[in-house]
């Protein structure tokens, strides 16, 4: 039979953290799913601590990667080998309280309209010490699709919700993540066109908040391309233009009625009034750079 919940966690040069991952994952009250680590190529030794994980535990399998071929694709490719009906992602830094997974499959099994359901968070240090919460909010229960689209797109938040429990089936009707900066953005706000998310108030989800994070060490969006894809690193990015794009393409794919499709594509214009500068400052970018080399 296979489980209930696939938890992919991808890494790459991750072992200061990956044990505490895996333990607070092995440790959930719910014990219904199976663990896939797929390691990007790591060469601090990622990917034999995964493998000891796996001779001690039947439901760690792990898969081994001999060169980084970017986050977006050991993101994706960890979803594409799960077997549950529900499926989440684990970032290697993050923590997990006891019951979370428990909560989050009793919500969606108690609310069928619902394609994600998540926790509340707390942010925590390397050390696993609670830096202090994380609040934000976002009406993405609203029945109304286009709402929740425009929540999701509009309203500032981290998107920790694509760390949360999600319908497979939902999932794979997605692009999943692409090989560009914000694409975590775009499949939540893919996903909130497909159906509601469900939040529960307790904070279960144990956020690593530390110097390494790749928003950290890549703050501005156009550096962080070669994060999500290593061949794209040279690329002219225009980051804001491409979510932009990627926007108006989910709405374009959702299952929507037509007047739902028109309301969801008109909440593409205050994101324009609002992100006009970042807008503008892509097209700068090129035209800068030209100007300034030798």
Same mark, same amino acid.
């Given at each position: 039979m296979p489980p209930r919940v696939t938890v992919g966690l991808p890494v790459y040069e991750g072992k200061r953290f990956?044990?505490?991952?895996?333990?607070?994952? =092995?440790?959930?009250?719910?014990?219904? %799913?199976?663990?896939?680590?797929?390691?990007?190529?790591?060469?601090?030794?990622?990917?034999?601590? &995964?493998?000891?994980?796996?001779a001690r535990d039947g439901r760690v399998h792990v898969v081994r990667g001999f060169r980084n071929v970017g986050a977006a694709?050991?993101?994706?490719?960890? %979803?594409?080998?799960?077997?549950?009906?529900?499926?989440?992602? &684990?970032?290697?830094d993050d923590r997990h309280a006891p019951t979370w997974m428990a909560r989050c499959v009793e919500a969606l099994d108690a609310d069928p309209g619902a394609v994600l359901a998540y926790t509340r968070a707390l942010d925590v240090d390397e050390a696993g010490n609670v830096l202090g919460p994380v609040d934000f909010e976002l009406a993405t229960d609203d029945p109304d699709p286009a709402r929740r689209f425009g929540e999701a797109v509009l309203r500032p938040h981290p998107c920790f919700q694509v760390f949360g429990v999600i319908r497979a089936d939902v999932l794979a009707m997605t692009?999943? =993540?692409?090989?560009?900066?914000?694409?975590?953005?775009?499949?939540?706000?893919? /996903?909130?066109?497909?159906?509601?998310?469900v939040e529960i108030p307790e904070r279960l989800f144990l956020h690593?908040?530390?110097p390494d994070r790749s928003v950290n060490v890549h703050y501005y969006e156009h550096e962080r391309y070669a994060w999500f894809d290593p061949r794209r690193a040279s690329l002219t990015a %225009?980051?804001?233009?491409? /979510?932009?794009?990627?926007?108006?393409?989910?709405?374009?794919?959702?299952?929507?009625?037509?007047?739902?499709?028109?309301?969801?594509?008109?909440?593409?214009g205050p994101w324009i009034g609002r992100f006009g500068k970042e807008l503008a400052r892509d097209l700068a970018r090129p035209v800068r750079r030209v100007l300034t080399s030798p």
């Amino acid at each position: 039979m296979p489980p209930r919940v696939t938890v992919g966690l991808p890494v790459y040069e991750g072992k200061r953290f990956l044990a505490g991952a895996l333990d607070s994952l =092995l440790a959930q009250d719910f014990d219904d %799913f199976e663990v896939i680590v797929s390691d990007n190529g790591s060469t601090d030794g990622s990917a034999d601590l &995964a493998a000891d994980y796996a001779a001690r535990d039947g439901r760690v399998h792990v898969v081994r990667g001999f060169r980084n071929v970017g986050a977006a694709r050991n993101f994706n490719r960890v %979803f594409e080998l799960g077997r549950g009906e529900l499926f989440t992602w &684990a970032a290697c830094d993050d923590r997990h309280a006891p019951t979370w997974m428990a909560r989050c499959v009793e919500a969606l099994d108690a609310d069928p309209g619902a394609v994600l359901a998540y926790t509340r968070a707390l942010d925590v240090d390397e050390a696993g010490n609670v830096l202090g919460p994380v609040d934000f909010e976002l009406a993405t229960d609203d029945p109304d699709p286009a709402r929740r689209f425009g929540e999701a797109v509009l309203r500032p938040h981290p998107c920790f919700q694509v760390f949360g429990v999600i319908r497979a089936d939902v999932l794979a009707m997605t692009q999943l =993540l692409g090989p560009y900066s914000g694409s975590d953005r775009v499949l939540l706000a893919d /996903l909130a066109l497909r159906g509601r998310f469900v939040e529960i108030p307790e904070r279960l989800f144990l956020h690593g908040e530390h110097p390494d994070r790749s928003v950290n060490v890549h703050y501005y969006e156009h550096e962080r391309y070669a994060w999500f894809d290593p061949r794209r690193a040279s690329l002219t990015a %225009f980051p804001n233009w491409r /979510l932009l794009g990627e926007y108006a393409r989910v709405v374009h794919r959702a299952p929507l009625s037509r007047d739902d499709r028109r309301r969801a594509y008109a909440r593409l214009g205050p994101w324009i009034g609002r992100f006009g500068k970042e807008l503008a400052r892509d097209l700068a970018r090129p035209v800068r750079r030209v100007l300034t080399s030798p």
